[in-house]
């Protein structure tokens, strides 16, 4: 078993899944109030949502194999270093968990980049070996597939897209 967590520019979901089949998610959107204590109220929701879910379906933190982030912007090493849409800078959300629920195996990642291998695997992108895929949410976020492989860039981690200011 997976636990999933999306963190995105406006919500924040938390998710068991088995497999390819998720078992249970809860949900809830930021509100404008919270913006100014925002790294506390991930850390809180987090926490809170696996708590219940493992509760509610009987299962020890144990049994969890690894649990996945994907947030907005730049990260490195497991800390969100910018999400300019969220204000977050150097937050170490990955440290968070593991000191809480004493489990070593968790990854952060880019959502844009999270959406993108979601959509090669199982969606609209299984049969393209080579595309270019936007995430349209709060912010703009992208990736790019040549041969059937993941691009990786070296200085935004999810081909993130940025307005010019003249």
């Given at each position: 078993m997976k636990i999933g967590i999306d963190i995105g520019g406006s919500h924040i979901a938390v998710g068991l899944v088995d497999n390819d089949?998720?078992?249970?998610?809860?949900?809830?959107?930021?509100?404008q109030e919270e913006r100014d204590r925002i790294c506390e109220v991930i850390e809180n929701t987090m926490i809170?949502?696996?708590s219940k879910i493992l509760t509610k379906n009987r299962i020890s933190i144990k049994e969890i194999e690894?649990?996945?982030?994907?947030v907005p912007g730049k990260n490195k090493d497991g800390v969100m270093?910018?999400?300019?849409?969220l204000g977050i800078a150097n937050f170490d959300i990955t440290g968070v968990l593991?000191?809480?629920?004493?489990?070593?195996?968790?990854s952060l990642n880019n959502d844009a980049k999270c959406a993108a291998i979601c959509e090669k695997i199982?969606?609209?992108l299984k049969s393209y070996d080579d595309a270019v895929?936007?995430?349209?949410?709060?912010?703009?976020?992208?990736a790019v597939f040549l041969d059937g492989n993941l691009l990786m860039?070296?200085?935004?981690?999810?081909?993130?897209?940025?307005?010019c200011n003249n």
């Open positions: 089949k998720i078992i249970d998610i809860r949900e809830r959107d930021f509100l809170e949502y696996i690894r649990i996945g982030l994907a270093v910018r999400a300019e849409n593991k000191k809480h629920f004493n489990i070593e195996n968790i199982y969606g609209s895929f936007m995430c349209l949410g709060t912010g703009i976020g992208g860039p070296k200085r935004n981690p999810g081909f993130e897209l940025r307005t």
